[in-house]
């Protein structure tokens, strides 16, 4: 069964430093890969996907995260933080089957930022 | 595109009673996902139409919970004999097919007390 491991519950960063939120995912073959951010009850946004193709994905925001299959990650950064992205995180892995891409989430990395 | 709705926004319920939960996707999605998020956790899958077809349902769909999507477009969630253990965010989810990621909707807030 795929999985999906952020091991940082919470990280705080100060405006203007540089960001990097892990993830790591166990899947059999090569996954869709995703990363959403959600704010204080509301849904989720998605930042960016990786399906195949170039590694290095660029998403919405300025944030780009790196697949790197040797070490089943796909960590999300962004180069210099501001205090709007303050909110909750999450990486998912999306089954590749034909008929279903239901994803699997994980706990999530909720990010303050300080001013 | 006004994007995924999801109605109502809250929901208090006492203990016991039914209650059900609306979602108006993206209107050319033909894939409809249903999730559900504790405090604390990320989305956890519930189930998932394409078209009116329900295709697959978790195990954590247990058989007080029902969803449909009658005309493969709008759907709705029932919860019977709703229990405190019911109580989450239950976000709503649509997408044109699997090579796309998912839009989805603000969600609706359950608290059974």
């Known amino acids: 069964a795929q999985s999906v491991t952020q091991p940082d519950i919470h990280i705080t960063v100060s405006e203007g430093a540089s960001l990097e939120l892990r993830c790591n995912y166990s899947?059999?073959?090569?996954?869709?890969l995703f990363w959403y951010v959600q704010s204080p009850g509301q849904g989720l946004q998605l930042l960016l996907k990786?399906?195949?193709?170039?590694?290095l994905v660029q998403g919405i925001k300025g944030f780009e995260a790196e697949f790197k299959r040797s070490q089943s990650s796909f960590n999300l950064r962004k180069p210099s933080v501001h205090w709007s992205d303050a909110a909750e995180y999450f990486c998912?892995?999306?089954?590749?089957?034909?008929?279903?891409?239901?994803?699997?989430f994980g706990t999530g990395t909720r990010l303050q930022v300080t001013l | 595109d006004t994007g995924v709705s999801q109605n109502p926004r809250h929901k208090i319920t006492k203990r016991g009673q039914n209650v059900t939960f609306r979602c108006d996707p993206i209107?050319?999605?033909?894939?409809l996902y249903w999730y559900r998020q504790t405090l604390g956790q990320g989305p956890e899958f519930l189930t998932y139409?394409?078209?009116?077809?329900?295709?697959?349902k978790s195990r954590l769909l247990s058989d007080r919970f029902s969803a449909e999507r009658p005309k493969g477009s709008f759907s709705t969630l029932e919860i019977q004999r709703t229990e405190q253990g019911d109580s989450a965010m239950y976000l709503c989810?649509?997408?044109?097919?699997?090579?796309?990621?998912?839009?989805f909707g603000s969600g609706t807030r359950l608290t059974v007390v």
């Open positions: 998912a892995v999306g089954e590749r089957t034909g008929t279903a891409s239901k994803l699997t």
């Open positions: 899947y059999g073959a090569t996954p869709y």
């Open positions: 990786y399906f195949s193709g170039d590694t």
């Open positions: 209107s050319e999605h033909n894939r």
């Open positions: 139409f394409q078209n009116e077809a329900q295709l697959e």
């Open positions: 989810a649509s997408n044109r097919d699997s090579n796309y990621g998912y839009t």
